[in-house]
């Protein structure tokens, strides 16, 4: 295991790369909170986060399936793997709303995809995330650049927790939606170096 004998949550590759304030917050804090966002999504979660199987033609589907890498330090749980009868594994991962921009929900599906290679030494070359509003799914090809990406975040991540130390707040458009704006104040940090700013460069000019 790389790092520290402490595994990784694959959700902290997700919260990480979605703001790495948040991640401090949950991972290094230990803070949580709820918004309306949240709750629909863990409900959605809820309704697959049951160890369950069940057989269909041409594949054996797994549900709430616990996933780990002794390489990467990572444990986390896959919504759902599909076992197809050609040899193929393919995990799904159950997302609430949209597709939102930027690689978080993909990180963290392909984390999924590199535990089960190294739990069942298999190569998986492509995954998907189940968009529940939309009921429809958006594939996901593990190629090198993701895998390269979330090898990176997993070195952030870890140095991150084991130093203790959590980013400070920096005002973005996700915040409108992040469940942890009132315990992270974003605007209160912006304004207060809207504030500085101008000081910091009066005092440069006097002295």
């Not at 890498?69 to 793997?81: A, F, P, Q, R, Y």
């Not at 704006?181 to 974003?186: D, N, S």
């Amino acid at each position: 295991m790389t790092g520290s004998s402490d595994p990784i949550p694959i959700s902290a590759l997700q919260h990480f790369i979605y703001c790495q304030r948040q991640c401090g917050l949950i991972h290094v804090a230990q803070v949580w909170s709820e918004n309306l966002h949240t709750q629909k999504g863990r409900r959605e979660h809820d309704r697959v986060d049951v160890p369950e199987y069940e057989v269909k033609a041409g594949m054996r589907i797994e549900r709430a399936l616990p996933v780990w890498s002794e390489t990467l330090g990572l444990i986390g749980k896959c919504d759902v793997v599909e076992f197809h009868d050609d040899g193929a594994v393919y995990p799904v991962e159950y997302k609430h709303g949209p597709r939102k921009k930027g690689l978080h929900d993909d990180i963290q599906l392909c984390a999924q995809a590199i535990c089960l290679e190294e739990m069942l030494n298999v190569t998986i070359a492509e995954g998907a995330i189940y968009h529940v509003k939309s009921r429809r799914r958006r594939v996901v090809a593990f190629n090198e650049m993701l895998r390269g990406k979330l090898r990176e975040t997993v070195v952030a991540v870890r140095a991150m927790v084991e130093s203790g130390e959590i980013p400070g707040p920096v005002l973005a458009r996700h915040c409108e939606q992040c469940s942890l704006k009132e315990i992270c104040l974003p605007e209160m940090q912006a304004r207060a170096i809207d504030l500085y700013e101008p000081m910091a460069e009066e005092l440069c000019v006097r002295y």
